[in-house]
């Protein structure tokens, strides 16, 4: 079944099931935002706003202006909702509600480690200037801006160069077990990185919109030192993948022998590799980190090996060999990723294979996809939150949008 055949029809579903995700500004949230859809009615989610923004967009490519606009209007103010949370510490919160804006304690330094909001709301800025042509809207909070990516690299940063998760409190890839369960400030997971590259380029093509170009040149330089430290820490040359890493690499001798040894050789690694093959592995594609060599070993030894990564219904989350893969378990706290299709997975996957020449790779991933979400949509009448990679069947949270309508982008 061709892409081409299938996709009208699910952006018709889209379409209708679009307006059911966007709420009116009430409470703590005083501008239009965007939720989920299924079990999460009234919830702003940092990286879920972001990419329903993106795919409601390349929507409204085809469709009346009222809608665009209407799309606007919800993406633009989930992101100023989000920045007029900010704390003064410039943590942004992770989920916010009317009746809470910092559900989890993100902004508050005392207590429990909470990390904070995901970066991704330089890219989700930068669709919103692109898709209206207007920047102004955002030079006011600029400024929130910078402090927002000076709070994780001042907090969540590490010695050799990564960020890591302070704990693993909504990571998005919830129970991702190279960050779930494992001590704070340890977990350099690959998705927080890459997501923080790509969120300095944004910002850098936000900055010489507004001519700030000086504060361009230092995001330049962070981003570049962001990707010489993933290619030195992440990537294996053995296995030929991308691990996420543990940067708790400390000589604690001192501490529990003091004195009792003069010191030995000194501790040369800054970073250990968490050898679990998650999709993560597959993002420095995404994001253009990775040497075209690195990728096509990527391609050739793991997303067509089907032992790992080759479903017969999408990119498994966590590879099918691994010890842990249990995708028909049905939870939402945490999420399951511990091996399930999700389709922000596939998108990103699909996009880095785009980007580094694998046309044929992303049309297959494109045509899986959207017959994964089209038979549901026959069958179920709706779309789901994720779903088994080898038989297709739904697990979780019918109704779900979200990032589901990025599979739009995958038919182009």
């Known amino acids: 079944m ?20 966007m709420r009116e500004p009430r409470g703590c949230l005083r501008h239009p935002y965007l ?18 923004t993106k795919g409601l967009l390349a929507l409204t490519k085809e469709n009346d202006q009222d809608f665009r606009e209407t799309v606007v209007a919800h993406g633009l103010g989930s992101w100023k909702n ?12 992770i989920l916010a509600t009317p009746e809470n804006g910092d559900v989890f304690g993100c902004t508050v330094d005392e207590g429990v480690e909470k990390n904070q909001a995901k970066p991704v709301l330089a890219q989700m800025a930068w669709d919103l200037i692109q898709a209206t042509d207007s ?26 160069g990564l960020l890591v998760w302070g704990s693993d409190v909504a990571i998005g890839v919830d129970n991702d077990p190279t960050t779930y369960g494992r ?45 010489q430290a993933v290619l030195k820490e992440c990537w294996d040359e053995v296995d030929g993948f991308f691990y996420t890493v543990d940067v708790q690499c400390h000589d604690l001798r001192d501490k529990y022998i003091p ?66 893969y249990a995708p028909e378990v049905q939870s939402g706290n945490p999420s399951n990723w511990l091996g399930p299709v999700w389709i922000v997975a596939d998108f990103m996957v699909y996009e880095g294979l785009r980007r580094y020449g694998f046309t ?53």
């Open 35 to 52: 939720v989920p859809g299924g079990t999460y009615a009234e919830q702003l989610w940092d990286w879920d706003s972001f990419w329903l």
């Open 135 to 160: 920047h102004e809207w955002i030079r006011p909070y600029f400024p929130k801006l910078l402090r927002f990516f000076e709070r994780w690299t001042s907090r969540y940063g590490s010695p050799c």
């Open 2 to 21: 061709k892409t081409t055949h299938t996709a009208s029809s699910l952006r018709e579903y889209f379409l209708r099931a679009a307006r059911d995700t």
């Open 360 to 412: 044929a790779d992303a049309q297959s991933l494109a045509d899986k996809t959207i017959r994964l979400l089209t038979e549901d949509l026959a069958q179920t009448g709706t779309i789901h939150e994720y779903y088994h990679p080898e038989t297709g069947t739904p697990n979780f949270n019918g109704g779900f949008l979200n990032w589901n309508v990025l599979a739009g982008l995958m038919t182009s």
């Open 82 to 93: 989000f920045f007029e949370n900010q704390a003064d510490n410039g943590a942004v919160p």
């Open 259 to 324: 004195a009792a040894i003069p010191k030995g050789m000194d501790m040369s690694w800054s970073s250990v590799p968490i050898k679990i093959k998650m999709f993560t592995g597959f993002l420095p594609m995404w994001c253009g980190m990775a040497t075209q060599e690195q990728a096509a070993i990527l391609v050739e030894k793991h997303l067509r090996n089907p032992a790992e990564f080759s479903a017969a219904w999408g990119i498994p989350a966590l590879a099918r060999n691994e010890k842990m």
């Open 183 to 227: 001590p704070e400030f340890s977990s350099a997971n690959l998705l927080l990185n890459c997501f923080f590259y790509n969120d300095l380029q944004a910002a850098i093509e936000i900055a010489k919109r507004l001519d700030c170009l000086d504060e361009a040149g230092k995001l330049q330089a962070q981003a570049d030192a962001l990707k």
